[in-house]
Nanobody, 115 residues
Framework: QVQLVESGGGLVQAGGSLKLSCVASGRIFSINAMGWYRQAPGEQRELVASIATGGITNYADSVKGRFTISRDYAKNTVYLQMNSLKPEDTAVYYC?????????WGQGTQVTVSS
């Protein structure tokens, strides 16, 4: 089992920045990759960014150049630095941890970007 707790969401004006954090606990030694997904009202959940063991990152085209994912192994934490936020970035953001046989999700944190 892996538990994920997100924080850092909130309300920000367009052009602003937020930094999301996700702290993992439990079987963290089995985690292959971690990522951030988001889901806007009426939309499907989509990948925002992921980071695999070894530091390989992957970003959605819509956030490339604006968002940065990073992982602090000492703190068992993955971050998502979000800059130049746009109203279309408004969504619930979920932390994700992939293990060989299971995938775990956090409870989500709301990000709202006002125009």
């Amino acid at each position: 089992q892996v538990q994920l707790v997100e924080s850092g969401g909130g309300l920000v004006q367009a052009g602003g920045s937020l930094k999301l954090s996700c702290v993992a606990s439990g079987r963290i030694f089995s985690i292959n990759a971690m990522g951030w997904y988001r889901q806007a009202p009426g939309e499907q959940r989509e990948l925002v960014a992921s980071i695999a063991t070894g530091g390989i990152t992957n970003y959605a085209d819509s956030v490339k150049g604006r968002f940065t994912i990073s992982r602090d192994y000492a703190k068992n934490t993955v971050y998502l630095q979000m800059n130049s936020l746009k109203p279309e970035d408004t969504a619930v953001y979920y932390c994700n941890a992939r293990l060989p046989l299971n995938t775990y999700w956090g409870q989500g944190t709301q990000v709202t970007v006002s125009s």
